[in-house]
């Protein structure tokens, strides 16, 4: 039973417009959520994360939205660079499942010159 | 501040053979926590360690182990190597703050079973 989806496999976007990731969860018990970058060969980077208490949270280029109730969260970057294009992992977390992370299955951002 | 780092990077074992990979964790951080990535499966929780104590552990078979030294440097272990145990081992650390911390990840161990 996969508790955190991410239902794009892919996705292609020219650069200096919009991209928007999207992340669908199960588990209402997730309080905490997260969004992380991978390269090839290398381990996950932190990008940017939510709390269960709030809906938006900004840094930067970066913003994420979280909807409770439709269980749903997606990342936007204003304006993608070709330097976004990554792989792209949404993750949640249960405050007192000692922050256990649950990740999505990722999508593949390519940013196009 | 170093980050998290993960030794050997590259690793090649035959099947029935065992293994050991290692973690530095982001120095003041306690807790180390390992993930295994797969094709197949994704990125799956192993275990955490804090404190020199397993505190979670995924579901995964008792050929992995792990444990964690004083210094919270970790090492996990599998045992009679499977062809289904090729992956990218990572590691992630965070300090902990009592609260939700941000894990944050080694570059990863990528284990191939011959």
């Known amino acids: 039973d996969q508790q955190v989806k991410q239902n794009s496999p892919s996705l292609s976007v020219q650069e200096g417009r919009i991209s928007i990731l999207n992340c669908d969860y199960t588990?209402?018990?997730?309080?905490?959520f997260l969004w992380y970058k991978k390269y090839p060969a290398e381990g996950p980077t932190f990008l940017i994360s939510?709390?269960?208490?709030?809906d938006k949270n900004e840094d930067g280029r970066f913003t994420v939205f979280l909807n409770k109730s439709a269980k749903h969260l997606s990342l936007h970057i204003v304006p993608s660079q070709p330097g976004d294009s990554a792989v792209y992992f949404c993750a949640a977390s249960v405050y007192n499942a000692g922050n256990m992370l649950t990740f999505g299955g990722g999508t593949r951002l390519m940013v196009k010159p | 501040k170093a980050g998290v780092t993960q030794t050997p990077r590259y690793l090649i074992k035959t099947r029935g053979q065992q293994v050991t990979l290692s973690c530095s964790p982001i120095s003041g951080h306690r807790s180390v926590s390992w993930y295994q990535q797969t094709p197949g499966q994704g990125l799956q929780f192993l275990f955490e360690y804090f404190s020199e104590t397993q505190r979670n552990k995924g579901n995964f078979p008792g050929r992995f182990s792990g444990r964690q030294f004083s210094n919270s440097r970790s090492e996990m272990n599998v045992s009679t190597l499977e062809l289904g145990d090729s992956a990218l081992y990572l590691c992630?650390?965070?300090?902990?703050?009592?609260?939700?911390?941000?894990?944050?990840f080694g570059p990863g161990t990528r284990l191939t079973v011959l």
């Open positions: 588990n209402s018990m997730f309080d905490y």
């Open positions: 992630a650390s965070r300090l902990p703050s009592g609260g939700i911390d941000t894990q944050y």
């Open positions: 939510i709390s269960s208490i709030k």
